[in-house]
């Protein structure tokens, strides 16, 4: 088994930068890709970024592309999303998981990722 914990939510106003952090433990993720996503109240996850395990492979979601950052330590078995230039509309709860496979096939989609954190809230105002 897989836990995944975020951290590094919080409040921030249009324009700020925070760094999540998604700690694994149970075992190495060494050999699994890992992704973020969010859910805004009242409406389905969306996909924000994923990494695979070389961290050779990275995808964005298009509203997050040029202010996100991906990437992960796998010495620490850790990912990171950096996140700059912050907009209301990314406020969210943001989830972190862990891939079925080592390059997520179709990242965007949910059943890729078979370990999900708890999520951490992310409020931006404006």
């Known amino acids: 088994q897989v836990q995944l914990v975020e951290s590094g939510g919080g409040l921030v106003q249009a324009g700020g930068s925070l760094r999540l952090s998604c700690a694994a433990s149970g075992r190495t993720l060494s050999s699994n890709g890992m992704g973020w996503f969010r859910q805004a109240p009242g409406k389905e996850h969306e996909f924000v970024a994923a990494?695979?395990?070389?961290?050779?492979?990275?995808d964005y979601a298009d509203s997050v592309k040029g202010r996100f950052t991906i990437s992960r330590d796998n010495a620490k078995n850790t990912g990171y999303l950096q996140m700059n230039s912050l907009k209301p509309e990314d406020t969210g709860v943001y989830y972190c998981?862990?891939?079925?496979?080592?390059?997520?096939?179709?990242?965007?989609?949910?059943?890729?990722?078979?370990?999900w954190g708890q999520g951490t809230q992310v409020t931006v105002s404006s």
């Open positions: 998981a862990a891939s079925r496979w080592p390059t997520p096939g179709n990242p965007g989609f949910l059943y890729e990722y078979n370990y």
């Open positions: 990494i695979s395990w070389t961290g050779g492979s990275i």
